[in-house]
């Protein structure tokens, strides 16, 4: 996002170990690219494959259609947020983009931008980080867990958190429930 003189705004991560990050990231213009259960699968995998590669742990995750909020935790002194953004945003786009041309989808061309003159790119995340604040204490983790789970209710999507599939609200309301093979891993809350 530009500024009115021109200048980019720049969000800053504070990588603080022993602390949780509350992280929220957007479809490109606020499109709902993420009402296909198909593509929050793979937005799930990809959220696997990176928390693990980067060390952090999935604490809680909601899927909106049209941006996605995640609560993670670092398992390690140098886990760098943004590597993880990055790690996740980055390979989920290209298989949508690669996705999308193999089934010559018309919705490939509304995602591609004009990035400068002559030069267009395709655009599945809205561009720069998202928001991303830093949970120090373990009391305010369980408000950023009510939060997050309640936001599809606020958003009139469902009447309960129980009915939204692509949540953690179940992994910490029904434990017993059995596991959604389409969800990302959930490590829970560390002590």
């Known amino acids: 996002m530009k500024t009115p003189l021109g200048f980019r ?14 992280l929220t990231f957007s479809c490109v213009r ?4 993420l009402a296909n259960d198909g593509r929050c ?6 959220i696997d494959r ?8 999935l604490v809680a995750f909601v899927f909106m259609p049209d941006h996605v909020h995640l609560m993670v935790s670092s398992t390690r002194d140098s886990g760098r947020v943004e590597d ?5 945003k980055r390979p989920f786009s290209y298989r ?5 041309q193999e089934r010559d989808d018309p919705l490939l061309d509304s995602l591609m931008i004009r990035e400068r003159p002559g030069k267009r790119c395709f655009r599945f995340w809205q561009e720069g980080p998202g928001y991303d604040r830093n949970v120090a204490t373990r009391g305010y983790v369980a408000g950023v867990l009510s939060y997050l789970h309640l936001n599809p209710v606020r958003r009139g ?33 560390p002590a």
């Open 30 to 33: 606020k499109i709902p690219l």
């Open 157 to 189: 999507l469902c009447s309960h958190p129980s009915d939204w599939r692509w949540s953690s609200w179940k992994y910490y309301n029904h434990p017993e429930s059995s596991v959604d093979p389409d969800l990302p891993r959930i490590d829970g809350c």
């Open 96 to 100: 949508v983009k690669i996705e999308l």
């Open 84 to 88: 993880l953004l990055y790690a996740i």
């Open 9 to 22: 705004k720049k969000i800053c991560h504070f990588n603080v170990p022993g602390q949780w990050h509350e």
């Open 41 to 46: 699968a793979l937005l799930a995998r990809s």
């Open 50 to 57: 990176a928390t693990l590669r980067h060390r952090f742990g």
